[in-house]
């Protein structure tokens, strides 16, 4: 997501050895994602025990999308995805979209991973290898460059037995380029073949409240990415006036939204949750998410047995 803050954050543990073994993957065998994001390059301060009582307290064991700060290295990061990893799914993303133009070639990006995996690989159930890479506006590097990267990331974290994820950001009907025609025109076919999870970004705040026709997106997005699993990589309220009300009325529909086609498994993945929800008493918030993602792990409780 596009941030205009300064990043600061607690560094969690210290350096240590690369566990060498192959994680298992039993998040493909879930049939739903109930994600939430904890981000790494905002102005707050948490304690990790905090984080961990408000997951472990949800009705569902969530999908933790871990968003970390290009200048913290990742071997800072061992004991906060170890602590997390005991009460919920982790889907660590090492580069933020903002972040990419950090990494100025695809060697540079690809060493992020390298890194990050040798330290996070046992805590880690899902790789976001690109997060918004259509969005060239702000990672100021050419399409083709940013796709390059991506590809390498993915190559290398499936050739460790390692689960891919890639969002997109959904643009408003005010922006030129359609997302459907970038995927076509600058991404390979053995790349969309080869991903498992493909996720779109939206924030309506961002469009004057544009809210497009959803049903017929993830059919295109279905048809594009037809071996993976598709959903809402990020959502939230980018208005930094919202009210809870508001954000609530947010959380209802995304969080509510059933299968607008076959390979939704849902994700939204509320990108303000840490600032939301911690401390996570009396939080409405919270309280919100937890009651939607019950309410649709009820509905689709004859194949949620694992998730509970």
Same mark, same amino acid.
């Given at each position: 997501?596009?941030? =205009?803050? *300064? /990043?600061?954050?607690?560094?969690? $543990?210290?350096?240590?050895?690369?566990? $060498?073994?192959?994680?298992?993957?039993?998040?493909?065998?879930?049939?739903?994602?109930?994600?939430?994001?904890?981000?790494?390059?905002?102005?707050?301060?948490?304690?990790?025990?905090?984080?961990?009582?408000? +997951?472990?307290?949800?009705?569902?064991?969530? *999908?933790?999308?871990?968003?970390?700060?290009?200048?913290?290295?990742?071997? #800072?990061?061992?004991?906060?995805?170890?602590?997390?990893?005991?009460?919920?799914?982790?889907?660590?993303?090492?580069?933020?979209?903002?972040?990419?133009? #950090?990494?100025?070639?695809?060697?540079?990006?690809?060493?992020? /991973?390298?890194?990050?995996?040798?330290?996070?690989?046992?805590? *880690?159930? =899902?790789?976001?290898?690109?997060?918004?890479?259509?969005?060239?506006?702000?990672?100021?590097?050419?399409?083709?460059?940013?796709?390059?990267?991506?590809?390498?990331?993915?190559?290398?974290?499936?050739?460790?037995?390692?689960? *891919?994820?890639?969002?997109?950001?959904?643009?408003?009907?005010?922006?030129?380029?359609?997302?459907?025609?970038?995927?076509?025109?600058?991404?390979?076919?053995?790349?969309?073949?080869? +991903?498992?999870? %493909?996720?779109?970004?939206?924030?309506?705040?961002?469009?004057?409240?544009?809210?497009? %026709?959803?049903?017929?997106?993830?059919?295109?997005?279905? %048809?594009? /990415?037809?071996? #993976?699993?598709?959903?809402?990589?990020?959502?939230?309220?980018?208005?930094?006036?919202?009210?809870?009300?508001?954000?609530?009325?947010?959380?209802?529909?995304?969080?509510?939204?059933?299968?607008?086609?076959?390979?939704?498994?849902?994700?939204?993945?509320?990108?303000?949750?840490?600032?939301?929800?911690?401390?996570?008493?009396?939080?409405?918030?919270?309280?919100?998410?937890?009651?939607?993602?019950?309410? =649709?792990?009820?509905?689709?409780?004859?194949?949620? $047995?694992?998730?509970?």
């Amino acid at each position: 997501m596009k941030k =205009i803050y *300064t /990043f600061f954050f607690i560094v969690f $543990g210290i350096v240590s050895l690369f566990v $060498g073994c192959t994680p298992q993957q039993p998040i493909l065998s879930q049939p739903w994602i109930y994600g939430i994001t904890i981000d790494d390059s905002w102005e707050v301060s948490a304690d990790p025990k905090a984080l961990t009582d408000a +997951i472990q307290a949800m009705p569902v064991k969530p *999908t933790v999308r871990i968003v970390m700060a290009q200048d913290v290295e990742p071997s #800072a990061y061992k004991e906060l995805f170890q602590e997390i990893h005991e009460v919920a799914y982790i889907m660590a993303c090492p580069v933020d979209s903002y972040e990419m133009k #950090a990494y100025k070639n695809e060697e540079e990006y690809l060493e992020r /991973f390298r890194q990050t995996y040798t330290h996070l690989a046992p805590y *880690t159930d =899902i790789w976001e290898i690109g997060n918004e890479i259509n969005g060239v506006e702000w990672i100021g590097q050419s399409d083709e460059r940013i796709v390059q990267k991506v590809e390498q990331a993915n190559a290398y974290i499936r050739k460790n037995g390692g689960v *891919t994820a890639l969002t997109f950001y959904y643009p408003g009907p005010e922006e030129d380029v359609d997302l459907f025609t970038w995927i076509q025109r600058y991404m390979p076919q053995r790349l969309m073949n080869n +991903i498992d999870y %493909a996720f779109l970004s939206y924030y309506e705040d961002d469009h004057e409240g544009y809210m497009p %026709a959803w049903e017929p997106v993830f059919m295109k997005l279905e %048809a594009l /990415f037809p071996k #993976a699993k598709i959903g809402f990589g990020e959502c939230g309220n980018s208005d930094n006036q919202a009210d809870d009300r508001t954000k609530i009325k947010k959380i209802d529909y995304y969080y509510g939204m059933e299968m607008p086609s076959d390979s939704y498994v849902g994700g939204c993945f509320w990108w303000y949750w840490l600032q939301d929800c911690i401390p996570h008493q009396d939080s409405r918030i919270y309280e919100q998410i937890n009651q939607r993602m019950e309410d =649709i792990h009820r509905s689709r409780a004859p194949e949620n $047995g694992q998730n509970s």
